[in-house]
Protein backbone atom coordinates (compact mmCIF):
# COMPACT_ATOMS: atom_id res chain seq x y z
CA UNK A 1 0.00 0.00 0.00
CA UNK A 2 2.91 2.26 1.17
CA UNK A 3 4.23 3.02 -2.38
CA UNK A 4 0.65 3.22 -3.92
CA UNK A 5 0.80 7.43 -4.73
CA UNK A 6 -1.54 9.77 -3.55
CA UNK A 7 -3.08 11.56 -6.18
CA UNK A 8 -5.35 14.95 -5.91
CA UNK A 9 -7.32 15.99 -8.03
CA UNK A 10 -8.06 20.08 -7.43
CA UNK A 11 -11.77 20.36 -7.01
CA UNK A 12 -12.75 23.98 -7.07
CA UNK A 13 -14.47 23.45 -10.60
CA UNK A 14 -14.71 20.80 -13.06
CA UNK A 15 -14.63 17.33 -14.42
CA UNK A 16 -13.32 15.64 -11.12
CA UNK A 17 -15.27 12.86 -10.48
CA UNK A 18 -13.90 11.69 -13.82
CA UNK A 19 -9.87 11.86 -13.14
CA UNK A 20 -10.88 10.15 -9.61
CA UNK A 21 -12.22 7.40 -11.21
CA UNK A 22 -9.80 7.05 -13.72
CA UNK A 23 -6.57 7.80 -11.28
CA UNK A 24 -7.78 4.67 -8.76
CA UNK A 25 -8.26 2.47 -12.41
CA UNK A 26 -4.40 3.23 -12.81
CA UNK A 27 -3.63 2.25 -9.67
CA UNK A 28 -3.12 5.99 -7.92
CA UNK A 29 -5.01 6.35 -4.24
CA UNK A 30 -7.01 9.49 -5.39
CA UNK A 31 -8.80 12.25 -3.59
CA UNK A 32 -10.47 15.69 -3.94
CA UNK A 33 -7.82 18.78 -3.30
CA UNK A 34 -9.56 21.89 -2.23
CA UNK A 35 -7.12 23.48 0.43
CA UNK A 36 -3.62 24.05 1.41
CA UNK A 37 -3.52 21.69 3.85
CA UNK A 38 -5.20 18.90 1.65
CA UNK A 39 -2.75 19.75 -1.04
CA UNK A 40 0.35 19.18 1.36
CA UNK A 41 -0.52 15.63 1.45
CA UNK A 42 -0.70 14.47 -2.00
CA UNK A 43 2.58 13.12 -4.31
CA UNK A 44 1.10 14.38 -7.50
CA UNK A 45 -2.04 16.86 -8.85
CA UNK A 46 -4.31 16.57 -11.38
CA UNK A 47 -6.49 19.73 -12.48
CA UNK A 48 -9.50 18.98 -14.32
CA UNK A 49 -11.06 20.47 -17.29
CA UNK A 50 -13.75 22.81 -16.90
CA UNK A 51 -13.75 26.87 -17.24
CA UNK A 52 -10.10 28.32 -16.51
CA UNK A 53 -11.27 31.63 -15.81
CA UNK A 54 -13.43 30.57 -13.05
CA UNK A 55 -10.79 28.05 -11.86
CA UNK A 56 -8.46 30.71 -11.58
CA UNK A 57 -10.49 33.15 -9.71
CA UNK A 58 -11.27 30.30 -7.03
CA UNK A 59 -7.80 29.17 -6.34
CA UNK A 60 -7.26 32.78 -5.69
CA UNK A 61 -10.47 33.07 -3.17
CA UNK A 62 -9.97 29.88 -1.35
CA UNK A 63 -5.80 30.99 -0.84
CA UNK A 64 -4.45 27.92 -3.26
CA UNK A 65 -3.13 30.03 -6.41
CA UNK A 66 0.04 30.39 -4.13
CA UNK A 67 0.16 27.09 -2.49
CA UNK A 68 0.09 25.59 -6.02
CA UNK A 69 2.76 27.76 -7.76
CA UNK A 70 4.75 26.79 -4.66
CA UNK A 71 4.29 23.09 -4.96
CA UNK A 72 4.63 22.95 -8.60
CA UNK A 73 7.92 25.31 -8.46
CA UNK A 74 9.84 22.71 -6.00
CA UNK A 75 8.88 19.58 -8.40
CA UNK A 76 5.47 17.95 -7.85
CA UNK A 77 4.25 16.39 -10.63
CA UNK A 78 0.79 17.48 -12.09
CA UNK A 79 -1.16 16.71 -15.13
CA UNK A 80 -3.64 19.13 -16.61
CA UNK A 81 -6.29 18.76 -18.97
CA UNK A 82 -7.83 21.57 -21.50
CA UNK A 83 -8.17 24.39 -18.81
CA UNK A 84 -6.07 22.52 -16.78
CA UNK A 85 -3.65 22.70 -19.34
CA UNK A 86 -4.51 26.57 -19.99
CA UNK A 87 -3.79 26.83 -15.73
CA UNK A 88 -0.22 25.28 -16.30
CA UNK A 89 0.59 27.41 -18.95
CA UNK A 90 3.16 30.49 -17.77
CA UNK A 91 0.99 32.75 -20.57
CA UNK A 92 -2.23 33.00 -21.81
CA UNK A 93 -2.58 34.20 -25.91
CA UNK A 94 -6.45 35.58 -25.34
CA UNK A 95 -6.43 35.69 -20.74
CA UNK A 96 -9.90 37.07 -19.52
CA UNK A 97 -9.66 39.65 -17.49
CA UNK A 98 -7.89 39.18 -13.88
CA UNK A 99 -6.88 35.41 -15.51
CA UNK A 100 -4.21 33.76 -13.81
CA UNK A 101 -2.38 30.97 -14.06
CA UNK A 102 -0.52 28.27 -11.88
CA UNK A 103 2.97 28.04 -14.65
CA UNK A 104 4.88 25.15 -14.49
CA UNK A 105 5.11 24.29 -18.62
CA UNK A 106 7.13 26.88 -20.52
CA UNK A 107 4.12 27.28 -23.08
CA UNK A 108 1.76 29.77 -24.72
CA UNK A 109 -1.86 28.74 -24.99
CA UNK A 110 -4.43 29.88 -26.77
CA UNK A 111 -7.97 29.34 -25.19
CA UNK A 112 -10.85 27.61 -27.31
CA UNK A 113 -8.05 27.58 -30.12
CA UNK A 114 -10.60 25.03 -32.35
CA UNK A 115 -13.30 27.37 -32.93
CA UNK A 116 -16.90 27.61 -33.31
CA UNK A 117 -17.28 25.09 -36.42
CA UNK A 118 -15.19 22.72 -34.20
CA UNK A 119 -15.69 23.50 -30.77
CA UNK A 120 -16.21 19.67 -29.25
CA UNK A 121 -14.98 16.54 -31.45
CA UNK A 122 -12.72 13.30 -31.12
CA UNK A 123 -9.48 12.59 -33.01
CA UNK A 124 -7.29 9.85 -32.82
CA UNK A 125 -4.04 11.17 -31.35
CA UNK A 126 -0.58 9.91 -31.20
CA UNK A 127 1.05 10.40 -28.14
CA UNK A 128 4.88 9.83 -27.38
CA UNK A 129 5.29 7.98 -24.51
CA UNK A 130 2.11 5.87 -24.86
CA UNK A 131 2.71 2.50 -26.31
CA UNK A 132 -0.97 0.39 -27.73
CA UNK A 133 -1.68 2.80 -30.77
CA UNK A 134 -3.34 6.53 -30.75
CA UNK A 135 -5.52 7.55 -27.41
CA UNK A 136 -8.91 8.61 -28.21
CA UNK A 137 -9.06 12.74 -28.12
CA UNK A 138 -12.23 14.19 -26.09
CA UNK A 139 -11.82 17.92 -27.27
CA UNK A 140 -14.46 19.96 -25.66
CA UNK A 141 -13.91 23.75 -26.06
CA UNK A 142 -10.10 22.78 -26.33
CA UNK A 143 -7.03 25.23 -26.03
CA UNK A 144 -3.90 24.40 -28.01
CA UNK A 145 -0.27 25.45 -27.57
CA UNK A 146 0.74 27.95 -29.64
CA UNK A 147 4.50 27.80 -28.73
CA UNK A 148 6.74 25.99 -26.41
CA UNK A 149 10.01 26.78 -24.71
CA UNK A 150 13.27 25.27 -24.80
CA UNK A 151 12.52 22.83 -21.79
CA UNK A 152 9.12 21.74 -22.49
CA UNK A 153 8.45 18.55 -24.98
CA UNK A 154 5.75 18.30 -27.69
CA UNK A 155 4.72 15.04 -27.19
CA UNK A 156 1.33 14.92 -29.11
CA UNK A 157 -0.09 17.78 -32.57
CA UNK A 158 -3.68 17.24 -33.82
CA UNK A 159 -4.00 18.98 -37.10
CA UNK A 160 -0.18 20.81 -37.29
CA UNK A 161 -1.34 22.12 -33.93
CA UNK A 162 0.44 20.91 -30.27
CA UNK A 163 -2.49 19.27 -28.22
CA UNK A 164 0.31 17.75 -25.48
CA UNK A 165 3.76 18.66 -23.75
CA UNK A 166 5.47 17.61 -21.06
CA UNK A 167 8.48 19.52 -18.93
CA UNK A 168 9.84 17.85 -16.77
CA UNK A 169 7.21 16.62 -14.00
CA UNK A 170 4.28 18.55 -15.53
CA UNK A 171 2.38 17.15 -17.99
CA UNK A 172 -1.01 18.87 -19.68
CA UNK A 173 -3.62 17.41 -22.79
CA UNK A 174 -5.57 19.99 -24.70
CA UNK A 175 -8.48 16.88 -24.53
CA UNK A 176 -10.02 14.63 -21.62
CA UNK A 177 -8.94 10.68 -21.78
CA UNK A 178 -10.80 11.03 -18.55
CA UNK A 179 -14.07 10.88 -20.45
CA UNK A 180 -13.13 7.92 -22.69
CA UNK A 181 -12.54 5.10 -20.02
CA UNK A 182 -8.98 4.06 -21.59
CA UNK A 183 -7.05 5.60 -18.89
CA UNK A 184 -3.16 5.19 -20.26
CA UNK A 185 -2.72 9.11 -20.03
CA UNK A 186 -3.02 8.95 -16.55
CA UNK A 187 -1.06 5.76 -16.32
CA UNK A 188 1.57 7.55 -17.91
CA UNK A 189 1.06 10.50 -14.83
CA UNK A 190 1.07 7.73 -12.40
CA UNK A 191 4.39 6.52 -13.69
CA UNK A 192 5.81 10.14 -13.43
CA UNK A 193 4.39 10.21 -10.13
CA UNK A 194 6.01 7.47 -9.04
CA UNK A 195 9.39 8.65 -10.44
CA UNK A 196 9.61 11.20 -7.61
CA UNK A 197 8.04 9.51 -4.76
N1 LIG B 1 -12.66 26.61 -22.87
C1 LIG B 1 -12.38 26.29 -21.49
C2 LIG B 1 -11.44 27.32 -20.88
O1 LIG B 1 -11.03 28.24 -21.52
C3 LIG B 1 -11.77 24.92 -21.35
C4 LIG B 1 -12.80 23.87 -21.69
C5 LIG B 1 -12.56 22.53 -21.05
O2 LIG B 1 -11.84 22.41 -20.06
N2 LIG B 1 -13.21 21.53 -21.55
O3 LIG B 1 -11.15 27.21 -19.73
Redesign the pocket.
Known amino acids: MSDTPVIGVLALQ??VREHLIALASADAQARPVRRPEELAEVDGLVI????????SKLAVLFGMMEPLRERVRAGLPVYG????M?LLAEKILDPRSGQETVGGIDMIVR??AFGRQNESFEAAVEVDGIDGGPVEGVF????WVESVGAEAEVIAEHGGHIVAVRQRNVLATSF?PELTGDHRVHALFVEMVRAVK
Open positions: GDPGGESTTMTCAGIRNIRAPH
